[in-house]
């Protein structure tokens, strides 16, 4: 295996962990102000449904990025009036919710483009002209050719290509590495990366993250506090509808140019996996989603990893996020204690 | 005092949970632009308006009444086995080995050996969840999720390496000999003379699942054990304070229902393929949660509820073929009535408690 197969490698993995570390995330901020959130899943289907659509029909993805926001958000609000007005089993309400994405898309999608329930391909052509023309002719009439041009000709996110990219690659190592690894993602790569650092930051440098892990943690204590345990509860649960908004927008116009029927694949369950691995700290997510995306980038090169002694199927690596976290969940490798209150809808004392 | 009188409780709540979620169901058709009256009538006529239509409906009903039993038996523990899905997958397995490695002349010795194989591979698929759920307090939801993926990815790979037939390109299990053939409820009906239900595949486990409904009234209602896992499921530091074993209790609950979605295999797996092929579960697991909310955690409930979705499973399916409308509305529907009777089961349940109350007051 030579650097460049090993940056490849990277590269792929750093694509792949993306949306998992985004919806893991998501389930941090949930989890920590103690509303579980098994329908991360669910979500971020609905988002990359949503994003795709948008961006088909406008040509324009930032348009599709709002749209897939707004889409998990609107699952976000379900969940939140299920579990935190309602008092409803949060788990049950994530999988109603799962199962609603997983429903409504393939419904809708198969409504609006009449394909079986995936959206027209984003990348231009054709098929993508066919949507884009009704609105892009609307838009001339309302504010001109050229603004409606400019408007509708960005149906996916792009690769940044980060500065000196180029003129550093000629350094050993470093150079390629910068270049073909850390550059030329979409920028919700960047945004991914950065949400680390914020969240850590929010969680436990402001007065926000104070609350929120209380919630988390001891709810009663913040009630007595005179502060509202619903309305933080419910900010949680909305910062997790946009953080999965961002990784399902991710999914269908970064990672892939389009949405398919059931396009997450479980990704959501992994991103789950992944905050019990990180043990629901903010750093440890990055940790935890690379290690995941590595493992896929790598299943997705060697569909029969051969290592001399054995072959390893690519199942096996496939499964393995989910083995790692039995594991970790059994307390062999430290063990994982979630919030305290995680789960258990908050009663004001009668 | 009762907040609200018995009936109420278990009839009126979840019959406007149903109404509300049929009714967001019919404002999801009409915003795909169909007619909800015309899909409601081409669902009954496909699923209830022949008995070719019915043979399908009770096929499905019986995979759903056993995912259904089984989250039911371990929500009465107050453990939540979304696993449903693995331990069915594990069943199918369980019912392959079985009657691929032993020769059985007859059906009639097959099925309990097939019963025994797919309950022993469903109980063993939620051994770990269960034991790390008790020992370890990891909590069961997620090691039952993530084990069935753990299950899915184990079948494709036991299916595409190792029980895959010499020559075939198809990731599915050898046909199981001919001689455990399971009875069709058609067959049987024609032995006394009725056509019935011809070409469809519901069999002789539909009984067995009636069965099942009866046993487990009994385990849960009537007998130590049941006592035993409400008391757990109630309350745990009143059980434990009974001198009753948490890890015992949590262990057995979950492998009786892990051993209950595993059986749904003698019905898909044995009486309907008659070989294990890939995602021969097709979410069955996950109805079984539907079902079990819907049926109000009672075996009876369950047997109806399980009848329902087996009749929106059959109608769907006839949905997708004569209308525009594609079969995925049953999982919109199912997650309606997940949602409206699981999660927002304090929506409706608080305004009647209400109303209740106001019409007592009345009264006195």
């Known amino acids: ?350 | 005092m009762e907040k609200m009188p018995k009936w109420a409780d278990v009839l009126l709540t979840p019959l406007i949970s149903l109404v509300l979620a049929m009714a967001i169901s019919a404002l999801v058709i009409l915003a795909i632009g169909e007619s909800p009256v015309e899909a409601l009538t081409t669902m009954i006529d496909g699923a209830l308006g022949s008995s070719y239509g019915w043979g399908f409906t009770l096929y499905y009903a019986t995979n759903f009444i056993f995912t259904g039993l089984a989250v039911m038996v371990a929500y009465h523990a107050s453990l939540f086995n979304i696993g449903g899905e693995g331990q069915a997958a594990m069943g199918g397995l369980g019912v392959a080995l079985v009657l691929l490695s032993v020769p059985l002349p007859h059906w009639a010795l097959a099925l309990p050996a097939g019963m025994a194989g797919a309950a022993l591979f469903g109980a063993a698929w939620a051994l770990i969840p269960a034991w790390l759920q008790a020992k370890r307090g990891s909590h069961i939801v997620i090691t039952t999720i993530m084990f069935n993926f753990i299950a899915a990815a184990a079948l494709n790979y036991i299916l595409v390496n190792l029980m895959r037939p010499v020559g075939s390109m198809d990731p599915a299990s050898a046909r199981f000999p001919e001689a455990t053939h399971l009875p069709k409820l058609s067959d049987m009906a024609l032995a006394f003379g009725i056509e019935w239900g011809k070409n469809t595949p519901v069999n002789i486990s539909f009984f067995v699942a009636i069965a099942a409904c009866l046993l487990v009234w009994l385990l849960i209602w009537r007998s130590r054990l049941g006592f035993e896992i409400r008391a757990f499921g109630k309350s745990e530091p009143a059980a434990l304070y009974a001198g009753i074993n948490p890890v015992r209790i949590t262990v057995i609950a979950m492998l009786i229902s892990g051993g209950l979605a595993g059986m749904m295999a003698i019905n898909n797996v044995m009486g309907e393929a008659e070989r294990l092929v890939l995602n021969a579960v097709e979410g069955a697991g996950f109805i079984g949660i539907a079902v079990a909310l819907m049926g109000r955690n009672h075996p009876l409930g369950v047997f109806l509820a399980a009848l329902l979705f087996g009749f929106l499973y059959q109608g769907g399916g006839e949905l997708a073929l004569w209308t525009s409308i594609p079969r995925e509305l049953i999982i919109v529907i199912q997650a309606l009535v997940i949602l409206f009777t699981g999660a927002l089961d304090n929506m409706v349940r608080m305004p009647l408690e209400r109303m209740f109350l106001a019409i007592r007051k009345r009264g006195a």
């Open chain 1, 1 to 350: 295996m030579d650097l460049n197969t090993v940056l490849q490698i990277l590269d792929s993995a750093v694509r792949l962990m993306t949306p998992l570390l985004l919806a893991c995330l998501a389930g941090l901020y949930s989890e920590r102000a103690g509303v579980f959130d098994i329908g991360l899943e669910g979500k971020m289907l609905m988002a990359a449904f949503s994003a795709a659509t948008v961006a088909a029909l406008t040509g324009n993805v930032w348009l599709g990025l709002c749209a897939g926001l707004l889409g998990a958000l609107m699952l976000s609000a379900i969940h939140g009036i299920a579990s935190i007005t309602f008092r409803g089993n949060q788990l049950i309400s994530g999988v109603a919710i799962n199962f609603l994405a997983s429903g409504l898309t393939v419904l809708l999608g198969q409504k609006i483009f009449g394909l079986g329930g995936r959206t027209p391909n984003l990348t231009p052509g054709a098929e993508l002209e066919a949507q884009v023309t009704p609105f892009r002719t609307w838009l001339t009439d309302v504010a001109g050719a050229d603004l409606a041009t400019w408007l509708t000709a960005t149906p996916r996110l792009s690769g940044i290509t980060l500065p000196f990219a180029e003129s550093l690659r000629p350094v050993p190592v470093l150079g390629p590495l910068y270049a073909e690894v850390v550059s030329g993602h979409t920028i919700l790569v960047y945004v991914a990366f950065l949400m680390v650092p914020l969240t850590w930051w929010i969680l436990y440098r402001t007065r926000f993250g104070l609350r929120l892990r209380a919630v988390g943690e001891n709810p009663a204590s913040v009630d007595t506090a005179g502060v509202s345990v619903t309305r933080l509860r419910f900010a949680a649960v909305a910062i997790a509808g946009l953080l999965c908004g961002l990784a399902g927008a991710y999914l269908a116009t970064g990672l892939s140019a389009g949405f398919v029927k059931e396009m997450t694949a479980g990704r959501g369950f992994i991103a789950l996996a992944a905050l019990i691995f990180a043990k629901w700290r903010p750093w440890g997510a990055l940790g935890a989603t690379f290690l995941f995306g590595l493992l896929e980038a790598i299943a997705n090169r060697y569909p029969n990893l051969d290592l001399g002694i054995v072959t390893v199927p690519s199942m096996f690596m496939n499964a393995l996020p989910y083995i790692l976290t039995v594991i970790i969940l059994a307390g062999f490798v430290g063990r994982a204690i979630p919030p305290r209150a995680g789960g258990e809808p908050y009663v004001k004392e009668r």
